[in-house]
C-alpha cells in the first residue's frame, strides 16, 4: 500500500516537472507566432512565480481542510487546465489568464508532496522524489522538440502535457483513499486536521524559522541563476558556440538529476544533514573550479560539480522540516520554506541579469559563490542549533 502510493507520488513529482521548462523551449516560437515581444515571457514567469508563493503560503490551510490527496489531484487538475489553456492561446493576455492557474496547482502540489514524504518516508525516498522532478522536467523540452520539429506546432506540445496531466489526476482521484490508509498506518501526524496553520506575521518567530527559510532562499537563488545564466557566461566570456553552450548547460541538469538518483541510495548509510553538508562541498567546488584561471574546460566541468552539489540540498533540507519543527508545525513551516524558495528564483537571477549587462557577465562564480556562503552559514546555523535545543 506505501509503496503504490509512493509510486503514485514520484509520478506527481515527474507531472510537477514537465511544465517547468516548456516556456524557455517553445517561446523562441510562440512570441512570434503570437506577435509579442521576447521580453513577454518575463511577464508569464512572473505571474506564475507569484502564483506559486501564494499558493504555497495557502497550502496548509487547504491541506487541513481537504487532505493532501484532494489538494494535489485539485492542483494537478489546475496545471492541466492551465497547459490546455496555452495549447489554445492566441494572444499574449490569454497566456497570463492561463499562468495563474500554473502557478497556483505548482505551489499546493509542491508543497503538499514534499511535507506528506517528509512525514511519512524516510530520506532515500525524499531524494528519488526530486531525481523524478528532474526527469520531468528533462522530459518536457524532448517532448516540445519532437513537436517544434514538425513545422514548429508549440500548441500540440503543450496539448501532449495537458493530456499527461489529465490522465494523473484520474489517477490520482481513484488512489485518494490510498492517502488516507497510508497515514494512518505511520508513526506522525496521523490526522491532516492536528496540523497547525501559524499566521505569517507569526511563522518567523518560530526558533530556527529566519534561518531556515534564509536557507531555502539561498538554495534556489544558487541552482536558478546558476541554470540560467551559465550558457550566457560561456559564450561571452569564453567565446564558445551557442551549441556548446546549450550543452555545457544541460551538464548541470544532469548533475543535479544523477546526483538526486545517487543520494537515494547513499541516504541508506548517511544522515540528512551529512548529506546537506556534502552538498555544500561539493557545490562550493564547483564554484572553486570557475574562478581558478584553468582552460575553457572548467566550466562544464564547474557546472556538473555544482549541480552534484545541489543535488542532495533541497529535498534533504525538506526532510529534515518535520525533524527541526515538529510534525504540528512542518506543513505550515512547508509552505513558508517553499513560497522563500520561490521568492529566491523569483529575484536572483534577474539581479545577476543587471549586474552582467551594467558590469561583467563574468562575476557570475563571485555571485554565486556569496550566495552559496549565506546558504551555508544559515544551513549550518540550523543544524547545529537544533540538535542542541
Given at each position: 500500500m506505501m509503496t503504490l502510493l509512493l509510486i503514485i507520488i514520484y509520478i506527481s513529482f515527474i507531472s510537477l516537472g514537465l511544465p517547468d521548462s516548456l516556456l524557455g523551449s517553445a517561446w523562441t516560437v510562440m512570441h512570434g507566432d503570437l506577435g509579442l515581444p521576447v521580453s513577454f515571457a518575463g511577464v508569464i514567469s512572473m505571474i506564475v512565480s507569484c502564483g506559486t508563493v501564494v499558493s504555497s503560503l495557502m497550502s496548509v490551510r487547504l491541506i487541513k481542510h481537504l487532505g493532501t490527496g484532494r489538494v494535489t489531484a485539485i492542483s494537478v487538475g489546475m496545471t492541466a487546465v492551465a497547459l490546455l489553456g496555452f495549447a489554445i492561446s492566441h494572444s499574449g493576455w490569454f497566456l497570463c489568464v492561463c499562468a495563474i492557474p500554473l502557478g497556483l496547482g505548482a505551489g499546493s502540489v509542491d508543497s503538499a508532496l514534499n511535507n506528506f514524504v517528509a512525514l511519512h518516508y524516510k530520506a532515500t525516498h525524499m531524494n528519488l522524489l526530486h531525481s523524478f522532478w528532474g526527469i520531468g522536467?528533462?522530459?518536457?523540452?524532448?517532448?516540445?522538440?519532437?513537436?517544434?520539429?514538425?513545422?514548429?506546432n508549440w500548441s500540440m506540445g503543450y496539448m501532449t502535457i495537458g493530456i499527461i496531466q489529465c490522465a494523473l489526476v484520474v489517477v490520482l482521484i481513484i488512489s485518494l483513499p490510498l492517502w488516507k490508509k497510508v497515514k494512518s498506518s505511520v508513526a506522525g501526524v496521523d490526522n491532516e486536521e492536528e496540523t497547525v496553520a501559524v499566521p505569517l506575521r507569526k511563522i518567523f518567530s518560530i526558533r530556527f524559522a529566519k534561518p531556515a527559510c534564509l536557507a531555502f532562499f539561498g538554495y534556489c537563488a544558487l541552482e536558478?541563476?546558476?541554470?540560467?545564466?551559465?550558457?550566457?557566461?560561456?559564450?561571452?566570456?569564453?567565446?564558445?558556440?551557442?551549441?556548446t553552450a546549450a550543452m555545457w548547460t544541460s551538464t548541470y541538469y544532469l548533475g543535479i538529476t544523477l546526483g538526486r538518483l545517487l543520494c537515494g541510495f547513499i541516504a541508506l548509510k548517511v544522515r540528512t544533514d551529512s548529506l546537506i553538508r556534502l552538498g555544500h562541498g561539493i557545490a562550493l567546488a564547483g564554484i572553486a573550479i570557475l574562478l581558478l584561471p584553468l582552460s575553457v574546460y572548467k566550466v562544464p566541468v564547474g557546472l556538473c560539480l555544482i549541480g552534484m552539489g545541489c543535488a542532495p540540498i533541497f529535498p534533504n533540507m525538506i526532510h529534515r522540516t518535520p525533524h527541526v519543527f515538529g510534525p504540528k508545525l512542518s506543513q505550515s513551516m512547508m509552505g513558508v520554506q517553499m513560497a522563500c524558495a520561490y521568492v529566491g528564483n523569483v529575484l536572483m537571477p534577474p539581479l545577476f541579469g543587471m549586474i552582467a549587462q551594467t558590469l561583467d557577465v563574468g562575476l557570475l562564480p563571485l555571485y554565486l559563490l556569496v550566495i552559496a556562503v549565506v546558504m551555508i552559514i544559515c544551513s549550518e546555523y540550523v543544524t547545529r542549533r537544533y540538535k542542541t535545543a
Open positions: 522536467a528533462t522530459s518536457g523540452p524532448i517532448i516540445m522538440s519532437f513537436w517544434l520539429a514538425r513545422e514548429n536558478l541563476t546558476a541554470g540560467l545564466w551559465c550558457g550566457t557566461y560561456a559564450v561571452q566570456k569564453y567565446g564558445v558556440a551557442v551549441e
